[in-house]
């Protein structure tokens, strides 16, 4: 099957940058991305490639190359799924806050509407394809909507998950590690795959391209993460251990990285993961997992999450008994507040629970980063619920400049890993603070030996 037409609802994180992508390698292909949100399509569209709605580096060059061209954003779903002969359901899947599994099971009310919708329009066979991450079994309730509809019409369902991260979004669409895609074993659904695979094939080596059953391509992604995220808490955890010993925790994840069965990667200590996917995912597999009456499983991966918490609150609690054990009116400064460098995107973002921490000991925060806007910074914090819009307001001030936002504090937290602040004039900064001038570096990227010879107390995270 020569695939020309694809269509992919939900114009996110995901859907945006994995569309762009596959219309800048597909210049055969033409593909539409839609959304409900008529704001983020607008976006999507300004003619200043520099307003799209999420930074990605690479990514407005991308977009200006392809949009227009082959590549289209829109909010007129149901024509682009009739025209579509592959439709990717690339819409949020965040973790449920109401009725049944509220707090663990995936919400998949956006996920169903999405089927509805195809069922509803659909006149020719199509492939439909989760891109978004979904519990194990997802395809067969989507099946189940698409297959009764009445008029006739096939439909193939495959589990095709994304493994980028944010920041490297486009490199990682660029080079994937892999490329997964589950489907079925019957002859169509084999047609099905080969027809996706092809599409990737075009800028991707075919070995690198994984197929598999739909249930090992859905629960992969779940495993994925989680392992991910394991790494994280096991090293976090091995932080506290080091603060206590006289360990440091940079040099035992050295010496750990180097055996080639751990490996190097995704080992740095922090103030706890963030983003909007991590935590969503492994609660979801806890859930399952219950729900299968697989206990000790949902526990174990339930630490995980329980250990990413405690890092969180550990962090803010190390900064007001270090601060005299109190903090009230102080000012303390957040370099960032994005959940990772290079991105805007601050979901479950460790800053937010520091920042709320604080606040309820009285701090008066200060925060600077370069990507976050005052708004999401504050409705970030609005959305916890802990005090009102206007107690917020009072309670954080944001810069637009980070010097600014240092002068006068009485310390600075790092919260995201953005290089700039390893370039700054730490000098300059100490001179404009309150002394003793104390640094609580939360990625460890600054140099504590320098900083301690300008007069700072450096607290780095496990040393
Ligand atoms: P997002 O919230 O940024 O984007 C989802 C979009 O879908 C929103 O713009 C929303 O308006 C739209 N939408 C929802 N229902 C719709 C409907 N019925 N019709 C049209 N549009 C609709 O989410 P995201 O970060 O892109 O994540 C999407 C999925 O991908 C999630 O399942 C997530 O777990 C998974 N994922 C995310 C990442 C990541 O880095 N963010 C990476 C891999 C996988
Ligand atoms: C993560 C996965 O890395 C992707 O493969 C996956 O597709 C994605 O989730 C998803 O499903 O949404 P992302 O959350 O964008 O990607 O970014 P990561 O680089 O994984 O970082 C997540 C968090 O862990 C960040 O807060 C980061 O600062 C933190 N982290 C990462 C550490 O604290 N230490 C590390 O060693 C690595």
Redesign the pocket.
């Known amino acids: 099957m020569e695939i020309t037409k694809i269509c992919c609802?939900?114009?996110?994180?995901?859907?945006g940058p994995t569309m762009a992508v596959i219309a800048q390698k597909c210049p055969h292909i033409q593909v539409t991305v839609?959304?409900?949100?008529e704001q983020?399509i607008k976006d999507w569209n300004d003619p200043n490639t520099d307003n799209i709605p999420i930074y990605e580096p690479g990514l407005a060059e991308i977009v200006a190359e392809a949009r227009g061209r082959n590549l289209f954003f829109s909010t007129e779903?149901e024509k682009a799924i009739d025209e579509a002969q592959i439709i990717f359901i690339?819409?949020?899947?965040p973790t449920k806050t109401y009725g049944k599994g509220k707090g663990m099971a995936a919400d998949l009310k956006?996920i169903e509407?999405?089927a509805r919708?195809i069922a509803k329009v659909a006149k020719q066979n199509k492939i439909v394809v989760e891109?978004?991450?979904?519990p194990v079994r997802t395809a067969e309730a989507i099946k189940s909507i698409l297959d009764n509809t009445g008029n006739g019409v096939q439909f193939q369902i495959l589990s095709n998950?994304?493994?980028?991260?944010?920041g490297t979004?486009v490199t990682d669409l660029l080079n994937p590690d892999r490329i997964l895609i589950g489907g079925d074993t019957t002859h169509e659904g084999e047609t099905a795959i080969n027809a996706l695979v092809n599409v990737y094939a075009n800028w991707v080596n075919r070995d690198k391209i994984l197929t598999t059953n739909v249930w090992s391509s859905e629960l992969s992604k779940l495993t994925a993460n989680a392992f991910l995220a394991q790494r994280i808490s096991s090293i976090n955890a091995m932080s506290e251990l080091c603060e206590k010993t006289g360990a440091d925790v940079n040099e035992v994840a050295k010496a750990i990285g180097m055996d080639s069965r751990i490996g190097p990667k995704f080992l740095k200590a922090s103030v706890g993961f963030g983003?909007?996917?991590f935590q969503?995912?492994i609660l979801n597999l806890v859930y399952i997992a219950k729900t299968y009456g697989l206990n000790e499983v949902a526990d174990y991966w339930e630490q995980v999450i329980i250990m990413n918490d405690h890092q969180k609150r550990r962090f803010s609690n190390k900064i007001v008994q270090t601060l005299y054990n109190t903090v009230a009116d102080k000012k303390i400064t957040f370099l960032g507040w994005a959940f990772k460098k290079d991105t805007n995107d601050t979901r479950e973002s460790a800053a937010i629970y520091v920042a709320d921490d604080l606040i309820n000991e009285q701090a008066k925060i200060s925060v600077y980063d370069p990507k976050v806007s005052r708004n999401k910074m504050l409705s970030d914090l609005d959305y916890l619920g802990t005090r009102t819009s206007d107690e917020n307001i009072n309670s954080l001030t944001i810069f637009e400049d980070a010097y600014d936002a240092c002068k006068g504090s009485h310390a600075i937290a790092v919260l995201t890993e953005w290089d700039e602040f390893t370039t700054y004039d730490w000098q300059k900064i100490y001179e404009s603070m309150h002394k003793p001038a104390f640094v609580f570096d939360g990625r460890n990227i600054l140099d504590a030996k320098k900083l301690e010879s300008i007069g700072f107390v450096y607290k780095g995270i496990g040393s």
């Open positions: 609802i939900g114009a996110g994180y995901v859907g839609v959304d409900l949100n983020r779903v690339s819409v949020n899947t956006y509407l999405c919708q891109k978004s991450t979904l998950p994304e493994f980028l991260a944010e979004a983003g909007s996917c969503k995912d």
